[in-house]
């Protein structure tokens, strides 16, 4: 035997002892599906241990379950591995909420305390006629009560007209998304509901970024939405229970991107685990959408104790702690030099939440925590777009952080908190 047919036989049996070298072979879920990783740590105790989150070579992210990570990898992964691109544990998310914000009573009758868009100084631009006209904000949460008063008229209805141009069922797999897009019951199911651990999360932060005015009366006793003619696209990615999962948020995000919103409010968090998390957010920047995250309520600094998204930056994106009505920071907040931006009203917020499907459908309730203080930001900036309908989502945020009212002793990267008449006149010049 000559020694190029010696070097032969030992190629192909170095080949067969690789996978993926011998002709033939077959890629296996090992590939695209790491079982062991973010095996420590936060991400670990919020795994989701039969729920994983598949992204596809054409683009699409589903959901998919199996009793464990071997039978998923081998009966469900291994058959369609071609088309996988890669494969994730889901983890858990949710809204965190403060501790004592989940047992404050009802407010009787109509009446609530403004303090929140006083503060932020927002009457200063509805005065002169800004109020956030034709600005589709996305609300990433625990739904709407879209019958309440004050959001009846809130909400951006996907009528015939926008499903004719791409949003209907034949066309993008979403099922009845009148009033919006539920990825937690997979369906348009996206009706808010109080339980014992969520007095209506999602309503109360829409209130505070675009309920309605029931008068021109600034003295009226009704909430003041930030930007009252903005319209909401609610889009329930937690349960009624305030739990919810990386997965539903990639799906709800994406919801968002194809409904056309300029800005998307995550009052909610958890560990980033998920890569596909990561990359949808980046996803947002390159589409110029404007996120603002909740800073979170565990009262530490993230540059040592980082939590998600509020963590994870980019040029669109505003992470928002919160102050109380003495203007110092609420205790809870998180804070950073480096990972929040600016502070926004977040202490005993007063809102509209849902009446459940009772009689009295102008529920009221006063909660706390950065979960609140983000979508005054929210609401700012639909202020700023659509006095400016063509800015970019980076001079909106440069807008909004180049007009805080200064504190040196705020721990943020701007040293300040929302001052909206200030970022009126500054988004003015920044598009002269």
Request: hydrophobic share 35%; with cysteine; proline share 4%.
């Amino acid at each position: 035997m000559d020694v190029s047919l010696k070097s032969t036989f030992l190629f192909v049996a170095i080949c067969l002892a690789i996978s993926g070298c011998s002709p033939g072979s077959k890629s296996s879920g090992s590939q695209v599906f790491n079982k062991n990783q973010n095996s420590d740590g936060k991400c670990a105790q919020k795994k989701i241990e039969n729920q994983f989150i598949v992204q596809w070579k054409n683009g699409d992210i589903t959901i998919e379950h199996g009793r464990d990570a071997d039978e998923f990898e081998s009966d469900f992964i291994d058959p369609q591995i071609d088309a996988i691109k890669h494969v994730d544990y889901d983890y858990r998310l949710t809204i965190e909420p403060i501790a004592d914000e989940l047992f404050q009573a009802k407010q009787s009758g109509n009446y609530v305390d403004n303090w929140g868009p006083d503060n932020t100084l927002a009457a200063s631009a509805w005065q002169q006629g800004i109020y956030g006209d034709g600005i589709v904000v996305g609300v990433t949460d625990t739904g709407m009560d879209y019958n309440h008063v004050q959001l009846a008229d809130s909400v951006a209805l996907n009528t015939k007209e926008i499903a004719d141009n791409g949003i209907d069922d034949d066309k993008n797999g979403y099922v009845d998304d009148y009033y919006g897009y539920s990825p937690a019951l997979n369906s348009g199911d996206v009706m808010d509901h109080s339980t014992d651990y969520n007095p209506g999360h999602g309503t109360h932060v829409s209130g505070i970024i675009a309920a309605r005015h029931l008068s021109q009366d600034p003295a009226d006793t009704y909430v003041h939405g930030i930007a009252p003619k903005a319209k909401i696209v609610p889009i329930k990615i937690l349960d009624d229970d305030g739990s919810g999962s990386a997965g539903w948020a990639i799906q709800g995000l994406n919801y968002a991107i194809v409904r056309g919103v300029k800005i998307i409010n995550a009052s909610w968090g958890g560990s980033i685990c998920v890569q596909a998390l990561k990359d949808k957010i980046v996803e947002l920047e390159q589409r110029g959408i404007l996120f603002v995250m909740a800073a979170g309520n565990s009262g530490r600094n993230l540059d040592y104790f980082p939590e998600y998204p509020a963590a994870f930056q980019t040029s669109t994106s505003i992470t928002v702690g919160a102050i109380s009505d003495s203007n110092l920071r609420f205790g809870p907040s998180n804070f950073s030099l480096n990972l929040v931006q600016l502070y926004a009203p977040g202490d005993t917020i007063t809102s509209t939440v849902p009446s459940n499907g009772g009689s009295n459908n102008q529920n009221y309730m006063a909660l706390s925590g950065t979960s609140m203080a983000a979508p005054f930001v929210t609401g700012a900036a639909a202020l700023l777009w659509s006095r400016h309908p063509t800015a970019t989502a980076q001079i909106i945020r440069q807008a909004i952080l180049d007009s805080v009212t200064v504190d040196q002793e705020y721990s943020n990267s701007t040293h300040g908190r929302l001052n909206i008449e200030q970022a009126v006149k500054k988004i003015d010049l920044l598009t002269q």
